[in-house]
């Protein structure tokens, strides 16, 4: 029997919190993912820490804010010497795995895990860097546009499906490897796919669980751009939403596989969980399921991320094991920074003290009370569609928005949880606004972090031109493969009937003969 429990990490990309039953959102089917949720805790107020995929990730991984780890928007390079969680977990005697999606940019596609079994779906070049001195003009390094949203609807495959149904195949089997395996160590896999990330097609299959006619529509109906602040309107343009009129027929269609999407991502989850079961691993395995960040679906006439409001920002939490109280929902503010510390104190049973960088995040088996003067976390965003950073914390139920000369913006969320009321220009709330105001300024240098963000880019705008002349040095993973090791090989293990016998699973000894040769 391990000492140490195992951890798995189930990561969706661009799973909204806020369509999830487990969140008081009953919009997509997902009877895995509320099985856990039963036998575990909802985290109900968890935050990204950026509302894209690399800073969110990076952060996720070094349990610092984007801006502490110096990764600003999906081409920034995340550091080798930067500690993460597979550091750490390396250190205290942990096998760490990564399986699927990370979005790395930059020469290290490892960054602390022993191994890695498929590579990325996304670059690791720094072909997306954002450059601020654009921002007048209409551009999108990542070319996000809505014709994922015109064109949502069935296929019989996609690339996303192909990647996720490559991922998904690999960690099973991973699973069943480590069971079989004879490395005593406990594992870290972490299982990351791109569902229910846009365009927004699925299978017939996943389709059909929804009835179009009942697929519900946005909570807040579409916001004309003239009525929408400075940052919504530049992220209009952003994603070119200037090119379509979108209609009725296409959001619902959007929503549709956006949720049939989800329920998909729901099956790979509660697969995974299956072989925890078969293998007899369950019992002493944490299972977390997180996302990167949220999609809007359509609310305020948003689509996809890069914004500040809920959907965008609000990300699935829930985690099971021999630590977290089973049938529990967590109000304490929460974000992906929580992960590191968390992952750490399950390790070292709370014995960890040492962290090489000073982390922002908080074990979530030791959180603040809701009501505590502690229950504050911070989020900010410094990618495309911005012009300076934005800067975002949410105080109990006080959440407050400002991005250089913008407009502030804050809301009550207890009262408008769907970010309707500004109170930034409310005399009654002048105290609270100061208070908000306080607490950013305390935790960022915005000039200095403005001038940091504009360097990178233009190094790395200048570096990626240079690197395109000549050959390209590509710094995409290509997973190893040693088919000299694999299933039978006489070379190292003469015994094939006792190579086959090891890898049976459940494992049955073997019968010794009832007339042995001599």
Same mark, same amino acid.
């Given at each position: 029997?391990?000492?140490?429990p195992?951890?798995?990490?189930? =990561?969706?990309? =661009?799973?909204?919190?806020?369509c999830?039953?487990?969140?008081?959102?009953?919009? %997509?089917?997902?009877?895995?993912?509320?099985?856990?949720?039963?036998?575990?805790?909802?985290?109900?107020?968890?935050?990204?820490?950026?509302?894209?995929?690399g800073?969110?990730?990076a952060?996720?991984?070094?349990?610092?804010?984007?801006?502490?780890?110096?990764?600003?928007?999906?081409?920034?390079?995340?550091?080798?010497?930067?500690?993460?969680?597979?550091?750490?977990?390396?250190?205290?005697?942990?096998?760490?795995?990564?399986?699927?999606?990370?979005?790395?940019?930059?020469?290290?596609?490892?960054?602390?895990?022993?191994?890695?079994?498929?590579?990325?779906?996304y670059?690791s070049?720094?072909?997306?860097?954002?450059?601020?001195?654009?921002?007048?003009?209409?551009?999108s390094?990542s070319?996000?546009?809505?014709?994922?949203?015109?064109? %949502?609807?069935?296929?019989?495959?996609?690339?996303? &499906?192909d990647?996720?149904?490559?991922?998904?195949?690999?960690?099973?089997?991973?699973?069943?490897?480590l069971?079989?395996?004879?490395?005593?160590?406990?594992?870290?896999?972490?299982?990351?796919?791109?569902?229910?990330?846009?365009?927004?097609?699925?299978?017939?299959?996943?389709?059909d669980l929804?009835?179009?006619?009942?697929?519900?529509?946005?909570?807040?109906g579409?916001?004309?751009?003239?009525? @929408?602040?400075?940052?919504?309107?530049?992220?209009?343009m952003?994603?070119?939403?200037?090119?379509?009129?979108?209609?009725?027929?296409?959001?619902?269609n959007?929503?549709?596989?956006?949720?049939?999407?989800?329920?998909?991502f729901?099956?790979?989850?509660?697969?995974?969980?299956?072989?925890?079961?078969?293998?007899?691993t369950l019992?002493n395995?944490?299972?977390?399921?997180?996302?990167?960040?949220?999609?809007?679906i359509?609310?305020?006439?948003?689509?996809?991320?890069?914004?500040?409001?809920?959907?965008?920002?609000?990300?699935?939490?829930?985690g099971?094991?021999?630590?977290?109280? %089973?049938? =529990? @929902?967590?109000?304490?503010?929460?974000?992906?920074?929580d992960?590191?510390?968390?992952?750490?104190?399950?390790?070292?049973?709370?014995?960890?003290?040492?962290?090489?960088?000073?982390?922002?995040g908080?074990?979530?088996?030791?959180?603040?009370a809701?009501?505590?003067?502690?229950?504050?976390?911070f989020?900010?965003y410094?990618?495309?569609?911005?012009?300076?950073?934005?800067?975002?914390?949410?105080?109990?139920? &006080?959440?407050?928005?400002?991005?250089?000369?913008?407009?502030?913006?804050?809301?009550?969320?207890?009262?408008?949880?769907?970010?309707?009321?500004?109170?930034?220009?409310n005399?009654?709330?002048?105290?609270?606004?100061?208070?908000?105001?306080?607490?950013?300024?305390?935790r960022?240098?915005?000039?200095?972090?403005?001038?940091?963000?504009?360097t990178?880019?233009?190094?790395?705008?200048f570096v990626?031109?240079?690197?395109?002349?000549?050959?390209?040095?590509?710094?995409?993973?290509?997973?190893?493969?040693?088919?000299?090791?694999?299933?039978?090989?006489?070379?190292?293990?003469?015994?094939?009937?006792?190579?086959?016998?090891?890898?049976?699973?459940?494992?049955?000894?073997?019968?010794?003969?009832?007339?042995?040769?001599?």
């Amino acid at each position: 029997m391990i000492d140490k429990p195992n951890i798995l990490v189930v =990561q969706a990309d =661009q799973l909204t919190a806020l369509c999830l039953s487990a969140y008081g959102k009953p919009l %997509a089917l997902t009877p895995h993912i509320d099985k856990i949720a039963a036998q575990g805790t909802v985290f109900t107020n968890t935050y990204c820490n950026s509302p894209v995929c690399g800073p969110s990730r990076a952060s996720m991984m070094t349990g610092r804010i984007p801006s502490n780890v110096g990764v600003y928007d999906n081409a920034g390079e995340f550091l080798s010497s930067e500690p993460t969680f597979a550091h750490y977990l390396r250190a205290l005697g942990y096998q760490t795995t990564l399986c699927g999606k990370m979005h790395f940019v930059g020469p290290d596609q490892l960054h602390g895990f022993e191994r890695r079994l498929t590579t990325d779906i996304y670059p690791s070049d720094y072909g997306w860097t954002a450059d601020w001195s654009k921002i007048k003009e209409e551009y999108s390094p990542s070319r996000m546009s809505l014709h994922s949203v015109v064109e %949502a609807g069935l296929c019989d495959r996609s690339l996303q &499906i192909d990647y996720d149904e490559h991922v998904f195949n690999t960690a099973r089997q991973e699973l069943f490897d480590l069971a079989r395996s004879a490395d005593e160590r406990p594992f870290l896999l972490h299982v990351s796919f791109t569902h229910p990330h846009n365009p927004f097609v699925t299978t017939k299959e996943f389709w059909d669980l929804y009835d179009q006619d009942q697929i519900s529509m946005p909570e807040v109906g579409y916001i004309p751009y003239q009525d @929408r602040d400075p940052w919504a309107q530049r992220y209009y343009m952003t994603i070119r939403q200037d090119e379509f009129d979108i209609t009725d027929e296409q959001l619902r269609n959007a929503r549709h596989a956006y949720f049939a999407m989800t329920s998909y991502f729901d099956t790979l989850v509660g697969d995974l969980v299956a072989v925890l079961e078969k293998t007899g691993t369950l019992d002493n395995t944490y299972v977390f399921v997180i996302s990167d960040h949220g999609d809007m679906i359509g609310e305020r006439g948003m689509w996809f991320k890069f914004n500040p409001f809920e959907g965008s920002v609000r990300v699935p939490l829930i985690g099971m094991g021999p630590r977290i109280p %089973a049938g =529990q @929902r967590e109000p304490a503010l929460t974000t992906l920074v929580d992960l590191l510390p968390t992952f750490v104190d399950i390790a070292s049973d709370g014995k960890f003290d040492s962290y090489a960088s000073a982390i922002d995040g908080r074990s979530l088996l030791d959180l603040p009370a809701a009501d505590s003067d502690e229950n504050i976390v911070f989020f900010e965003y410094c990618g495309e569609g911005v012009h300076a950073p934005a800067l975002m914390c949410r105080d109990k139920n &006080i959440k407050y928005i400002s991005c250089g000369d913008d407009p502030e913006m804050m809301f009550n969320l207890e009262i408008d949880p769907n970010e309707q009321n500004n109170l930034a220009g409310n005399p009654r709330y002048a105290k609270t606004l100061a208070t908000m105001r306080a607490h950013v300024a305390n935790r960022w240098d915005e000039p200095n972090l403005a001038k940091r963000v504009e360097t990178s880019q233009k190094n790395r705008l200048f570096v990626q031109e240079a690197m395109k002349q000549g050959v390209f040095p590509s710094w995409d993973y290509t997973p190893p493969f040693d088919a000299s090791r694999a299933y039978v090989r006489g070379a190292i293990d003469p015994n094939t009937t006792a190579t086959k016998a090891r890898k049976r699973f459940p494992f049955v000894p073997t019968t010794p003969p009832q007339n042995p040769r001599r």
